[in-house]
Every structure is written in C-alpha cells, then in structure tokens.
C-alpha cells in the first residue's frame, strides 16, 4: 500500500468520510457487478451494496493495512449477497425457474440459458465464477477475497465449470 492509500485508511478510520469515500470510489462498481453476477436482480444488487458500505464504514478498523481495499469490500459485498439469498423465502424451494429477465433486456436466448445455469450453481461456485469471469479477477485476487488458498480456487473453479457444462449438456439433450 502506498503512503496516500496508508493515509486515507488512518484518516478513514478516524472517522474522516472524504477519505472513506476515496477509498471506496473504485470497489463501488466492482462490487455492483459481483452483487448482480450473485443475485441477479439489480434492484436487490443496490441494496446489498448500499448495506456493504454501511458494514464496510462500522467494520473499517479490521481493514489490515496489508489487504486491498477492493478485495476486502468485494469480501463484504459477497456475504451480504449470501446473506440476502439465504433469507429469501422462496430459496427453500430448490428446483423451482428464476425470474425471467424482462423481455426488453436485449439479451440473447444463450444468455437466459447460461443466467439460469449460473444460478442452479450453489453460492460458493457463482461466488468463484462471478469474480474470475463477471469481474475479470485474478485467481490470487479471487481467493484474497473468498478467504481460500490459490489452489482451493482452482479446484472450485474447476468443479464449477464441469457442473455449467453437465447443466448445459442436460439442457440440450431436453430441448
């Protein structure tokens, strides 16, 4: 961390919210597009992340000053969308189709297909595959931000792409 980004994390931390908001201008839409990569509802997207900001600024003085800011943000941002999935009253129900996307959304047939499959995923996987793929993440970046060793992240990553494939080759062989 360079010296500006160590003096923006101690006046953060002290309370300064213009540092703050530095800090976190960059992990704002990274955190976005992995909150809608997990949920894929755009409307619950923004308030996971709005909530993400709030437990970011309470939770700013376990911020290591070795992490980076965006990893340990996205960090918040992933357990809150796990949190919101879990407490969706419809998630007991396993087997059931998500929602659509509206018809005007300008997306191809490929696209509901994968959209469904990445969503049949469990949570952990869609966390992996959103990060690397959605967001273009590293693997060392994904896993400072699940919390999990390289090697952990490759794997899952691995068994992750083999369950899209097996979803997708199910798929075809019902159309």
């Not at 955190?31 to 709005?50: K, T």
């Not at 966390?127 to 699940?146: F, N, Q, S």
Request: charged share 25%; net charge neutral.
């Amino acid at each position: 961390m360079d010296c500006s980004a160590e003096r923006m994390r101690v006046e953060a931390i002290g309370g300064d919210e213009e540092a703050f908001s530095r800090l976190l201008a960059p992990a704002i839409q990274p955190g976005f597009r992995l909150a809608v990569g997990m949920l894929q509802d755009r409307a619950e997207a923004e308030d996971v992340v709005q909530e993400a900001v709030l437990k970011a600024w309470r939770r700013l003085g376990t911020f290591r000053a070795d992490a980076e800011f965006t990893s340990w943000f996205l960090g918040i941002v992933a357990n809150q969308c796990r949190t919101v999935r879990r407490g969706r009253w419809w998630a007991v129900i396993r087997h059931s189709e998500p929602p659509s996307p509206p018809a005007d959304a300008g997306t191809a047939p490929a696209d509901h297909d994968l959209r469904r499959a990445l969503l049949r995923l469990d949570a952990d996987r869609r966390l992996i595959v959103v990060l690397h793929y959605y967001l273009d993440m590293g693997l060392e970046d994904v896993a400072a931000v699940v919390g999990a060793p390289v090697g952990t992240i490759k794997s899952r990553l691995h068994r992750a792409l083999c369950a899209l494939r097996l979803d997708s080759a199910l798929q075809g062989d019902v159309a």
